[in-house]
T-cell receptor, first 113, second 109 residues
Framework: EADIYQTPRYLVIGTGKKITLECSQT?????MYWYQQDPGMELHLIHY???????EKGDLSSESTVSRIRTEHFPLTLESARPSHTSQYLC????????????FGNGTRLTVT | EDQVTQSPEALRLQEGESSSLNCSYT??????LFWYRQDPGKGPEFLFT???AGEEKEKERLKATLTKKESFLHITAPKPEDSATYLC??????????FGPGTRLSVLP
């Protein structure tokens, strides 16, 4: 049973809309991550956080932003959704960061029309 | 540049037919190789971490091994419930991981 929760599970939205993907974890992990995954493709890091008030961009941060006001909460925001943002977004956390396993949520499948 | 490749891309087995999945990596200073299982519509689930060549880890019908250039995930007498995509990953710079594209395993009854 997942200890990291993502909402919504599925989202269909029109171009230009602002959206926030929610991610919460109950494990008390300091390190949290957002990955993007297209079907049959590698996961790519979008953003990560070392802890409260700490956020860093990954390889694909592009037009998205994140915040980390509470340890358990790491939302991802797209200010203006585009069809190119259509993908699966996976949130993850880890206990120690570098070299420790990632615990993933079940993802948000985003479709931008 | 750190890279991870996996083969085959897809594998279909009959129930009970053992086989192996390959993960080849190129990384400066290996700090662990991770195997995950991903079911359709779900996030990856952690299976194993291997840290040094020669190391082996086992879990039920799965056994992971590591050499200096690659890792194998051996599946012994698989069952249909082993059907999933298997991902491998290595830590890279900063807090990032390089993931392979995965092997999609189908085990037919």
């Amino acid at each position: 049973e997942a200890d990291i929760y993502q909402t919504p599970r599925y989202l269909v939205i029109g171009t230009g809309k602002k959206i926030t993907l929610e991610c919460s974890q109950t494990m008390g992990h300091d390190k949290m991550y957002w990955y993007q995954q297209d079907p049959g493709m590698e996961l790519h890091l979008i953003h990560y956080s070392y802890g409260v008030n700490s956020t860093e961009k990954g390889d694909l941060s592009s037009e998205s932003t994140v915040s980390r006001i509470r340890t358990e909460h790491f939302p991802l925001t797209l200010e203006s959704a585009r069809p190119s943002h259509t993908s699966q977004y996976l949130c993850a956390s880890s206990e120690y960061g570098d070299g420790s396993p990632l615990h993933f949520g079940n993802g948000t499948r985003l479709t931008v029309t | 540049e750190d890279q991870v490749t996996q083969s085959p891309e897809a594998l279909r087995l009959q129930e009970g037919e053992s086989s192996s999945l390959n993960c080849s990596y190129t990384v400066s200073g290996l700090r662990g190789l991770f195997w995950y299982r991903q079911d359709p519509g779900k996030g990856p689930e952690f299976l194993f971490t291997l840290y040094s060549a020669g190391e082996e880890k086992e879990k039920e019908r799965l056994k992971a091994t590591l050499t200096k250039k690659e890792s194998f995930l051996h599946i012994t007498a698989p069952k249909p419930e082993d059907s999933a995509t298997y991902l491998c990953a290595v830590p890279t710079y900063g807090q990032n991981f390089v993931f392979g594209p995965g092997t999609r395993l189908s085990v037919l009854p």
